[in-house]
């Protein structure tokens, strides 16, 4: 027997693509504080991943400043996850100068987000307190599964997206 709910829902099913699991990481410049979003953009969880974000190719030669005395200038903060936190198997440790993090992701659902502040510094710029997307530029993210390896480079907008293989 034709039943009309059922054949729509077929045929609805037939036409979506494969479904993905993509990260959206946001840096956003802020005093005293500067915070990363990482969010699952996509339809599927990410499990058992590392990102890595990696600021070593950034045109404003950034760096983490996490204490007074090092390699940073005036202000400095520690790594603070402020959000999504129970997505990660344990919080980062940061040293000061450091230019790239690694986050062992347990799993993070499709829709939320982690998030975590920190001073970043540019070392080439004028202004060494104050990063613009511009000097984000060319930053990479990587996720790192046991599957596969994927990476994106940071725009001027100061984000990255990040595609993985289907679920």
């Known amino acids: 027997m034709f039943h009309p709910i059922l054949f729509a829902t077929a045929i609805g099913l037939f036409f979506v693509g494969p479904l993905h699991a993509d990260l959206q990481v946001r840096f956003i410049e802020g005093a005293p504080k500067d915070r990363f979003v990482l969010k699952n953009v996509g339809a599927c969880d990410i499990r058992d991943t590392t990102v890595s974000i990696d600021l070593s190719t950034s045109a404003g030669q950034l760096i983490f400043d996490v204490s007074e005395a090092g390699a940073g200038v005036e202000v400095f903060q520690p790594l603070e996850l402020v959000?999504?936190?129970?997505?990660?198997r344990e919080?980062?440790?940061?040293?000061?100068?450091?230019?790239?993090?690694?986050?062992?992701?347990?799993?993070?659902?499709?829709?939320?987000k982690l998030a975590f502040t920190?001073?970043?510094?540019?070392?080439?710029?004028q202004r060494e307190i104050t990063v613009s997307g511009s000097e984000m530029l060319g930053a990479i993210v990587s996720l790192t599964s046991a599957v596969e390896s994927n990476t994106a480079v940071f725009s001027t907008d100061a984000k990255a997206n990040v595609t993985m293989a289907g679920c």
């Not at 959000?83 to 990660?88: K, P, Y």
């Not at 920190?118 to 710029?125: A, K, L, P, Q, Y």
Request: glycine share 14%.
């Open 118 to 125: 920190i001073d970043v510094d540019d070392t080439v710029g």
């Open 91 to 112: 919080s980062p440790v940061v040293v000061d100068g450091q230019n790239a993090i690694d986050l062992e992701i347990k799993s993070l659902a499709s829709g939320e």
């Open 83 to 88: 959000g999504g936190a129970n997505a990660l």
